[in-house]
């Protein structure tokens, strides 16, 4: 930083084209409250961006979505936060004067307000989060637990869409960070949870997340079929969530499900993906099938009270720590599923 008036920060300039520049600390307005972050973990959303882009994203833009800092400024008009407050910060707000928001529906907000920028020394917070989505966090919930509430907001959310009663079988496809937050709230709502991946590491980990299956679909031909053999008298499982984002796993998720199942759609896919769906399947056995995106501030609140109880660990989700200037090795180890989530550590 130069005379404490600049930062650096991560920009993306096109596909795989990661920058590391810096610019003046954010000004901040009466209702807005700028952090000096602690920590920025890495997500499967920024792995996609840096990847392939974001059709909503016009590069260059500021990179990153989750962290957790400390309170370095408070603009005049804000209440009920102070400078040098810890703080847990979700990433979006809804308008809360929409239809959508009127009806419920958060998370297809017309007007959802998203605040990109994590990896960065410091992050300006709209007045619209810090109104409903910014938390003060005391010292027993460390900035790596914190950091973890935007994605396991998505998690609690999509649960909360899923028919799951104690004694169900819950097929859990993708043991990323969220299909394990997915694998792990579904064990505590009393499942029988499968888990698949290709990976050993996170398999490992969905089994000391409690699952009762974690399989590997390396060289299985047919998935479906080897899902359902695991099921009382092969019938499929009672709930099948999707967790990868990949067109092929939505559609042999709605295969594995039994008569009368659930699908949760959760893993966002490439843009101009079609779902090819049996309609005798789907009519004759009765399944439903839901897309989720997102989640909304109920489930924000719901996410950061279950860190706090310990549901999920940071020492099972974040694995390596990197300084900003190694963003993109973080990035790309992420991207190889050799860890779960690696994290960007800040000086102070």
Avoid at 322 to 335: C, G, Q, S, V
Wanted: net charge negative.
């Amino acid at each position: 930083m130069d005379g404490g008036t600049h930062m650096k920060r991560a920009v993306l300039y096109k596909e795989e084209e990661l920058r590391i520049e810096e610019c003046p600390i954010p000004e901040i307005g009466p209702g807005e409250v700028l952090i000096k972050n602690k920590i920025s973990t890495t997500c499967g959303t920024d792995v996609k961006i840096y990847k392939r882009g974001y059709p909503l994203l016009t590069p260059p833009h500021p990179f990153g979505h989750e962290y957790s800092g400390v309170i370095q400024a408070v603009g005049r008009d804000v209440k009920g936060f102070k400078e040098g407050d810890r703080v847990a910060v979700h990433n979006t707000a809804p308008c809360n004067e929409c239809y959508y928001c009127k009806k419920g529906l958060h998370s297809m907000c017309e007007d959802m307000l998203f605040n990109r920028g994590s990896y960065a020394e410091y992050v300006k917070v709209p007045e619209r989060i810090v109104r409903q989505n910014m938390f003060v966090i005391d010292s027993s919930v460390s900035h790596k637990t914190a950091s973890l509430m935007e994605p396991f907001s998505c998690a609690v959310y999509g649960i909360d869409n899923c028919p799951i009663h104690p004694g169900d079988t819950v097929a859990v496809n993708g043991a990323g960070p969220i299909g394990l937050m997915f694998a792990r709230l579904a064990v505590l709502r009393g499942a029988k949870v499968i888990v698949s991946d290709l990976k050993e590491n996170r398999l490992k980990l969905a089994e000391r997340l409690g699952v009762w299956k974690a399989v590997n679909l390396s060289g299985v031909e047919d998935s479906v079929s080897f899902i359902k053999e695991l099921t009382d008298a092969g019938r499929g499982a009672d709930v099948v969530i999707e967790a990868t984002g990949l067109i092929g796993i939505w559609e042999t998720s709605v295969r594995m499900a039994r008569k009368g199942g659930f699908v949760l759609l959760f893993g966002g896919t490439k843009g101009g993906s079609v779902l090819h769906v049996d309609a005798t399947l789907l009519h004759y056995s009765q399944v439903t099938i839901k897309g989720v995106f997102h989640t909304t501030p109920q489930h924000v609140m719901t996410a950061l009270e279950l860190l706090k109880m310990g549901v999920i660990s940071e020492n099972d989700f974040i694995q390596n720590e990197y300084r900003l200037e190694d963003l993109e090795k973080a990035i790309l180890e992420h991207a190889s599923g050799d860890v779960i989530k690696n994290c960007i550590v800040y000086e102070d």
